[in-house]
Structures are given as structure tokens and as C-alpha cells.
């Protein structure tokens, strides 16, 4: 067992541990059933990003340069 920890907007938390609540469902049994309903089926969550936005990050210097920066840092942490 293991124990996972995300930061969510308030009003978010609140709003789904009531919601959970009134159908009187442990909101941690939730969060396991979309864990495991994802992992065996991760088409279900469909993300998209449009390649023109990616485009327009990259083209940006000073998002580049900040992405660059973070990239650094995380090999100083991780390597």
C-alpha cells in the first residue's frame, strides 16, 4: 500500500467529497476505480493538445528559455 498526495483547487476537493458523500461512496474508492479503470483502458481520458499551440510555445524565447532552466534543474536533481 501506498499512500498519494496531489493539491487540487478547493473548491474542487469540496465539491467532489461532497458529491461522493451524498451518494455515499468513499471518495478514495473512486480515485482507485478511475486508477484502475484507466490503466487498463487509458482511452477513456482523451487529451489533446493542438499542434499550433505547441508550435507557439516553442517559438516563444522566454517560455524556451524557462523550459530550459526547469529541464536543467530537474538533472541536477534527478542525475
Known amino acids: ?12 476537493k ?3 467529497l461532497k458529491t461522493t458523500k ?3 461512496l468513499d471518495w478514495s474508492t ?4 478511475f ?6 483502458k487509458p482511452e477513456i481520458v482523451n ?9 507557439w510555445i516553442m517559438d516563444d524565447k ?3 528559455s524557462k523550459l530550459w ?4 534543474k530537474l538533472d541536477d536533481i534527478w542525475f
Not at 30 to 33: A, E, G, K, N
Not at 35 to 40: D, L, P
Not at 69 to 72: D, E, P, Q, R, V
Open 30 to 33: 473512486i480515485i482507485r476505480y
Open 1 to 12: 500500500m501506498t499512500t498519494y498526495q496531489i493539491r487540487v483547487d478547493k473548491e474542487l
Open 47 to 55: 487529451f489533446t493538445v493542438e499542434k499550433d499551440f505547441l508550435d
Open 69 to 72: 532552466k526547469i529541464s536543467n
Open 22 to 24: 451524498e451518494r455515499w
Open 62 to 64: 522566454k517560455i524556451v
Open 14 to 16: 469540496n465539491n467532489f
Open 35 to 40: 486508477m484502475e479503470s484507466y490503466t487498463e
